[in-house]
C-alpha cells in the first residue's frame, strides 16, 4: 500500500530552522507541501518536479524556504529557515503517483497521496 511518511517537524523560535523529510513508498511524479491551522483551509507551501528541474513556492515562504528531493530514496524535503510565528501549521507532504495531462503544483487535486502531517510552531 502508499504509504508517505514524514518527519522533521518540532518547536522553534522565531528565526530558527527546521528540515521535513516525506519517504514516499515507490517512484512518484511532482511531490508537494502544503500547511494547515485549525479552522482554516490547507494552503499550498511549495512543490516539485519529478525531476527537480521545477519548484514552486507560496509568496509567504518564497526566499525562506527550498523544497529539494532525493529520486533515490523516493523522498522529498522542505528546508525551512528564518521561521516566523504565522508558519506554525500542520506540514503535510503530497505525491503524484498518476500522471496528469495537465500539471498544476498549487492545486490539492493534482496530488494522489498524503502523508499524516508533522506539526510546526514557531514561537515568538
Known amino acids: 500500500q502508499v504509504q508517505l511518511v514524514e518527519s522533521g517537524g518540532g518547536l522553534v523560535q522565531a528565526g530558527g530552522s527546521l528540515r521535513l523529510s516525506c519517504a514516499a513508498s515507490?517512484?512518484?511524479?511532482?511531490m508537494g507541501w502544503f500547511r494547515q491551522v485549525p479552522g482554516k483551509e490547507r494552503d499550498f507551501v511549495a512543490a516539485i518536479s519529478q525531476g527537480s528541474s521545477i519548484t514552486y513556492y507560496a509568496d509567504a515562504v518564497k526566499g525562506r524556504f527550498t523544497v529539494s528531493r532525493d529520486n533515490a530514496k523516493n523522498t522529498v524535503y522542505l528546508q525551512m529557515n528564518s521561521l516566523k510565528p504565522e508558519d506554525t501549521g500542520v506540514y503535510y507532504c503530497?505525491?503524484?503517483?498518476?500522471?496528469?495531462?495537465?500539471?498544476?503544483?498549487?492545486?490539492?487535486?493534482?496530488?494522489?497521496?498524503w502523508g499524516q502531517g508533522t506539526q510546526v510552531t514557531v514561537s515568538s
Open positions: 515507490g517512484r512518484t511524479f511532482a
Open positions: 503530497a505525491a503524484q503517483y498518476r500522471r496528469r495531462a495537465v500539471v498544476v503544483y498549487t492545486r490539492n487535486g493534482s496530488y494522489d497521496y
